[in-house]
């Protein structure tokens, strides 16, 4: 039987910290488990940060199906908030990835820890549903209160208005100034004047 391929993932938060002791006991773990591993080490980075190098190797590497565990230390180290969490371990059981933390003793190899992930699982359902329910009262209470919803008309200019973006703009004002004065995008003001030129 083929040995599974572990992702072990280690973070610190600053420079004076180091990662040796949870690489230590992870490698240890893994190794008793016959599993072959990568490791996967984002230094001094604050778990705040939405990017950290590492983790987003790992996640790519995961989504490529390159992993077939994802090991941390603690979910603190991988995930900087629930919401993180939640969306990690909700995209490992999407693909069939499981999850090992050590420190909360949670593993999805195992009986106890797949129900810990189905449990993590209804509880991002859960958080998503709560999500929808309050947009939809959001938009619903925006239409009460008049106002209009969706993205605004593009801005539509008359032959006279075109003219004169092509004389601007051929006399050098800059596209930043012209939409500005003509109360529109950026974008909007460069394809009128690429299209009619």
């Given at each position: ?21 949870q ?11 016959g ?119 593009l ?43």
């Open positions: 039987m083929k040995a599974k391929r572990a992702a072990v993932y280690v973070r610190c938060s600053t420079k004076l910290q180091e990662t040796e002791m690489e230590v006991e992870l490698v240890e773990y893994v190794s008793r488990r599993w072959e591993y990568k490791i996967y080490r984002d230094d001094a980075q604050c778990g705040a940060k939405e990017s950290r190098p590492a983790l987003d190797s790992l996640l790519s590497d995961l989504r490529k199906r390159k992993v077939d565990v994802l090991v941390c230390w603690a979910f603190d180290r991988l995930a900087r908030s629930l919401k993180q969490l939640l969306s990690i371990a909700e995209e490992c059981r999407s693909v069939g990835v499981d999850l090992v933390s050590l420190k909360q003793n949670v593993d999805t190899t195992l009986p106890a820890g797949r129900l810990t992930f189905q449990v993590l699982g209804a509880v991002a359902e859960f958080e998503r549903e709560m999500l929808r329910i309050r947009v939809k009262a959001g938009l619903e209470m925006a239409r009460r209160n008049g106002k209009r919803l969706g993205r605004p008309a801005r539509r200019f008359d032959s006279d208005e075109v003219r004169e973006i092509q004389r601007l703009r051929k006399a050098g004002t800059s596209v930043r100034s012209l939409a500005v004065q003509y109360q529109t995008t950026q974008y909007l003001i460069s394809k009128v004047s690429n299209a009619h030129a």
